[in-house]
Every structure is written in C-alpha cells, then in structure tokens.
C-alpha cells in the first residue's frame, strides 16, 4: 500500500463523489395586468374568483393547462404551466403535475386551462385526466380542490358541475 500511494500519490487514495442535486427555482410571472381590486389572491372562495383572476386565458390561441399549488388555507404558493398544447389539446402527465406540487409543499391543487375555440363544455379527454389527478392527489395527501375550464366569458367547474 505504502508503495503505490508513494507511486500515484494521495489521488489513489479519495474519491470525488458527485451527485446531482434538485433546487426549485421560482421566479415572478404577471397573470393579470389592471386587475379589478375586488379580486383578492388571499384565499379562494369560489370558481368564480378563478375565472376573474384567469379570465384572460381566453384570447390564447393554444390551450394552457395551469396547476395552483394552494397551501391549507387555499392560498397560493405557486403557479406551475404544466403545459401549452395545441388548438384543442395538450399533454398532462400527472406525474409532472404531482411532482411540482410535492416540491411547493402543496396542500392542494387547482386545475385551470382554457378552451380557445371559447366553448368551456369539458371533453371526455378533460374529465379522464382529471380524475386520474384526484386519484393520485388523494393518494399522497395532495386533493385537487377543483378543475376550472375557461371559455369566451364563461367558465366550467367541474365542482360545482359535480364532475369532481
């Protein structure tokens, strides 16, 4: 042993150990620009409060499909874009979704997107992944509190639609 740390040095005998390291990165993001003062970000009370703070989604020519991450009193923590998708579809992977929420320590989760062709009635596609996010989000304490769609002045909760 004597020989060879003699030989190739103190190199031989360490290591480096590198690792990747996760760091969530936050940054700020306008939503709304001259947002009425009614509209209030402490807490959400109704789908209707979404729809005021969101309403904008509507003049997106792709869909937006947005998750809020709320903490036990249903405020924000965060916003998380989970996706843009096309004209009438993007891709939702509920493990991107639960996976943002988990590191925003999320109590629970909004489901917002919109619909640009301006009709908010949910798809069959809408109420499939939305139920798979409940089921998850139930399975890891993380519930989905509701899911809004967003339309040419209107809106669809599937809470107060009974779809959640």
Known sequence: MKELFQEYGA??????LRMRV???????EVIR????????TD???S???VFEMFKDLVIETKEHFLCLHLDGKNRIICLDRVSVGSLN??????????KSALLSSAA???LIHNHPTGDPSPSPDDIIITNRLKEAGLLISIPVIDHIII??????????????
């Open 33 to 40: 620009e001259n947002m009425p003062a009614y509209i209030t």
């Open 43 to 45: 807490r959400f009370n």
């Open 151 to 164: 339309g040419d002045g209107q809106y669809v909760s599937f809470v107060e639609r009974g779809l959640l």
């Open 108 to 110: 629970g989760t909004l």
């Open 11 to 16: 190199d031989y005998l360490t290591k480096t």
């Open 47 to 49: 789908p209707q409060q």
């Open 89 to 98: 579809q993007s891709v939702v992977h509920v493990r991107e979704v639960l």
């Open 22 to 28: 996760m760091r969530p990165v936050y940054s700020r």
